[in-house]
């Protein structure tokens, strides 16, 4: 939800956005308003995208100026106003309640207390017409009642909005507190700047140095981004020996800015800092990837002077990741002639010479930019759909889950799996529920997992590939995932480890998940089975969507007795929404747009195509989402008292972002390996 408060000369000058994810298109578009002076306020009940730059982030108050546990709470924090119990709404609540002594309708109150806010902005501009968006936030900011722990803190921030105040400019509250009395670091030096007593948090919750004087402060994260997202998360590792930097806006550099390596820090995070910049003008920053790595979404930032107004610090993220050596998959039996004959990943080289054929000669693996979200194919595959979809009236479900190991070395697997969808984002998301770890699994060799290692609660799961020297010490750590009381934030650390190797590199799986549907009264029973969606099957974030995309080609509603269900996994390391977009068949008018408004990481949900859509509908889907997902498609049909029912996968979409990713999971031409005629009794639909 987007309000906009504009003159026709002007355009927006305050604007109030809610969301509830994360989107590189908004933060772009949260980027350009700020740039074009514009005041941007969100509720701060979500980290997105009152966490992004130049955001007033908002806390609600209840009626007596106390915080509510759902009022929104840390770093994004800047302003609280009341929204919380004890407010009145003229608009009113489902049910019968006169006006004007209703509770506020829904369940939004952060919402509105960000409203007051914008509202505040707004008139404050009616007043200053020539102020900036950051002597807008600068008044809101000096003139906030303070309330809670003196100065700022992450329930209230800065204090409760005083409109009276931020015109007039008295504020009622005694000056910040000068910083120490030290002199600012040179630019050119290492050593940190001198720390004022009211230290302002960043996005990670870390103390940051406030303004001194006119002096800005450019904070410069570099980081391995593990599932290809564009986001620093938990999982992502950081990147020390980037080159960052900081030129002026015309991309000249800056006498006695020099260029510095970023390193890690006591965080533990990578970073490059700046200090002692000059926070009325705008800078570009320009990243340089240390040898073996490349910039997965940009090498280049625009820093708008404006950008500086909260805490003097300019925070940014450049993501990168490491160049991969991609084999040609060719597979070439009998020799005729001397060629190149490339080598599989992991497998050691063994050269054949049938007959009296040549020795094939090795030409060197070509090395590209990276554009896929993984080291090695089939180390960690999704599982969307294991007691999913719901059984029928009278029906049981009997899943089956077989891995093979299809590598050149021992290893094990680990499976964690998931309950039903929760529709919560973390913390309140419950995460894994059981983990099961196979034996040892010889190459080329399987393990099957079916009652009672696959409880009736499960409704999706992920697979992990260990090496089978360090696979028990791994499957320790993820017992002790679920035995813990934060599954969801103990299976993401986890999950951090096994990115980053900790028990080593396992051998690539295959797996496969056959779910049969039995009515013991009955006797009828179908079933079907899909292969688990390894990490190239998840695709790759598209910079310049602002996303994941993947299609559903075939979906059904009340068609021929046809019904389609969809089970889209959350892949990725943060919560997400989802939209799905349903295009009829022959349609090329509009298409028809679902949403799944939360999905925790790791979960599954089931979706069925909108009623609305049939009787006798038939069409495609596309998926959009800010995580990488794995989507399975089910097909269940009814023809008189026989049920059937057929299983595909999402597709992954290719990247429109040609310029950092050349990812493209299909080709132009597709064969069709099996199709019947109808004089045969069969009939075959393209």
């Known amino acids: 939800m987007v309000a906009a408060a504009s003159t026709p000369a002007t355009g927006a000058k305050v604007i109030h956005i809610e969301r509830d994810a994360p989107s590189q298109s908004v933060a772009d578009a949260v980027a350009l308003a700020r740039s074009r002076g514009a005041v941007v306020v969100a509720p701060a009940h979500r980290p997105y995208p009152a966490s992004y730059a130049g955001v007033i982030g908002v806390s609600a108050l209840n009626d007596d100026d106390s915080h509510p546990d759902w009022g929104g709470s840390g770093s994004a924090v800047k302003l609280s106003a009341p929204g919380g119990s004890g407010m009145i709404s003229t608009w009113p609540s489902p049910g019968s309640c006169p006006i004007a002594t209703c509770p506020y309708y829904g369940d939004g109150q952060v919402a509105?207390?960000?409203?007051?806010?914008?509202?505040?902005?707004?008139?404050?501009l009616s007043a200053h017409p020539d102020w900036t968006a950051a002597q807008v936030e600068s008044a809101l900011v000096n003139s906030a009642t303070d309330l809670g722990a003196k100065g700022w803190d992450a329930d209230f921030g800065y204090g409760k909005v005083n409109a009276a105040a931020a015109l007039t400019g008295d504020t009622?509250?005694?000056?910040?507190?000068?910083?120490?009395?030290?002199?600012?670091?040179?630019?050119?030096?290492?050593?940190?700047?001198?720390?004022?007593?009211?230290?302002?948090?960043?996005?990670?919750?870390?103390?940051?140095?406030?303004?001194?004087?006119?002096?800005?402060?450019?904070?410069?994260?570099?980081?391995?981004?593990?599932n290809n997202n564009g986001i620093m998360n938990p999982n992502d590792i950081p990147l020390p020996g980037v080159t960052v930097q900081v030129l002026d806006i015309n991309g000249n550099p800056i006498p006695g800015v020099p260029p510095q390596q970023s390193a890690l820090g006591p965080d533990g995070l990578?970073?490059?800092?700046?200090?002692?910049?000059?926070?009325?003008?705008?800078?570009?920053?320009?990243?340089?990837?240390?040898?073996?790595?490349?910039?997965?979404?940009?090498?280049?930032?625009?820093?708008?002077?404006?950008?500086f107004a909260f805490c003097c610090t300019v925070v940014l993220q450049f993501p990168f990741r490491p160049t991969v050596t991609t084999p040609t998959p060719t597979v070439t039996p009998y020799v005729t002639d001397t060629g190149a004959s490339p080598t599989p990943t992991r497998t050691p080289t063994k050269t054949r010479t049938p007959g009296p054929s040549p020795t094939p000669t090795k030409t060197p693996t070509p090395t590209i930019t990276p554009t896929l979200p993984f080291n090695k194919p089939g180390g960690r595959v999704q599982l969307p759909a294991i007691f999913a979809p719901p059984a029928g009236p009278g029906e049981q479900v009997e899943p089956w889950i077989a891995i093979q190991n299809v590598g050149s070395d021992y290893t094990k697997a680990i499976l964690f799996l998931w309950g039903e969808y929760s529709g919560y984002c973390e913390p309140q998301a419950p995460g894994p529920f059981k983990v099961e770890c196979?034996?040892?699994?010889?190459?080329?060799?399987?393990?099957?997992?079916?009652?009672?290692?696959?409880?009736?609660?499960?409704?999706?799961?992920?697979?992990?590939?260990v090496p089978a020297d360090r696979a028990d010490e791994a499957c320790a750590a993820a017992a002790k995932v679920v035995q813990g009381e934060m599954h969801a934030r103990g299976w993401q650390l986890w999950e951090?480890?096994?990115?980053?190797?900790?028990?080593?590199?396992g051998e690539p799986l295959a797996v496969s998940v056959n779910r049969r549907f039995y009515n013991p009264v009955t006797g009828q029973s179908r079933a079907s089975a899909y292969t688990g969606i390894s990490e190239y099957m998840e695709g790759v974030y598209d910079a310049r969507y602002g996303g994941f995309m993947a299609y559903a080609?075939?979906?059904y509603v009340n068609y021929d007795g046809c019904n389609t269900v969809l089970t889209i996994q959350n892949?990725?390391?943060?919560?997400?929404?989802?939209?799905?977009?349903?295009?009829?068949?022959?349609?090329?008018?509009?298409?028809?747009?679902?949403?799944?408004?939360?999905?925790?990481?790791?979960?599954?949900?089931?979706?069925?195509?909108?009623?609305?859509?049939?009787?006798?509908?038939?069409?495609?889907?596309?998926?959009?989402?800010?995580?990488?997902?794995?989507?399975?498609?089910?097909?269940?049909?009814?023809?008189?008292?026989?049920?059937?029912?057929?299983?595909?996968?999402?597709?992954?979409?290719?990247?429109?972002?040609?310029?950092?990713?050349?990812?493209?999971?299909?080709?132009?031409?597709?064969?069709?390996?099996?199709?019947?005629?109808?004089?045969?009794?069969?009939?075959?639909?393209?």
Request: aromatic share 12%; net charge negative; glycine share 10%.
């Open 112 to 124: 509105f207390a960000s409203s007051h806010v914008a509202g505040v902005a707004a008139l404050v």
């Open 172 to 226: 009622g509250n005694p000056p910040p507190p000068p910083p120490p009395t030290a002199t600012p670091t040179p630019i050119a030096s290492s050593e940190p700047a001198p720390l004022p007593t009211s230290a302002c948090v960043d996005s990670k919750g870390e103390k940051i140095q406030g303004c001194i004087g006119n002096n800005g402060r450019l904070v410069v994260y570099t980081f391995f981004d593990v």
């Open 270 to 307: 990578a970073s490059a800092q700046f200090f002692g910049l000059d926070s009325g003008r705008s800078y570009r920053v320009r990243v340089t990837a240390p040898p073996g790595y490349a910039a997965s979404v940009t090498n280049e930032y625009i820093v708008e002077a404006s950008s």
């Open 438 to 465: 196979t034996g040892l699994l010889a190459p080329g060799s399987s393990w099957n997992f079916r009652a009672p290692n696959l409880p009736s609660a499960a409704v999706g799961g992920i697979v992990y590939s």
């Open 496 to 505: 951090k480890d096994w990115w980053n190797h900790k028990w080593g590199e």
């Open 553 to 555: 080609p075939v979906n």
């Open 571 to 686: 892949s990725g390391d943060e919560c997400t929404s989802i939209e799905i977009w349903y295009k009829e068949q022959d349609d090329c008018l509009r298409a028809y747009i679902d949403d799944v408004p939360y999905l925790a990481p790791g979960e599954s949900v089931v979706v069925r195509p909108p009623a609305f859509l049939g009787p006798n509908w038939a069409g495609s889907a596309w998926i959009r989402s800010t995580q990488p997902l794995g989507i399975v498609v089910d097909i269940e049909c009814q023809t008189g008292g026989a049920k059937s029912l057929s299983t595909y996968t999402g597709v992954p979409a290719q990247t429109f972002d040609t310029l950092n990713s050349t990812y493209s999971p299909g080709s132009f031409i597709n064969y069709a390996t099996l199709m019947y005629r109808e004089e045969y009794g069969w009939d075959t639909t393209v």
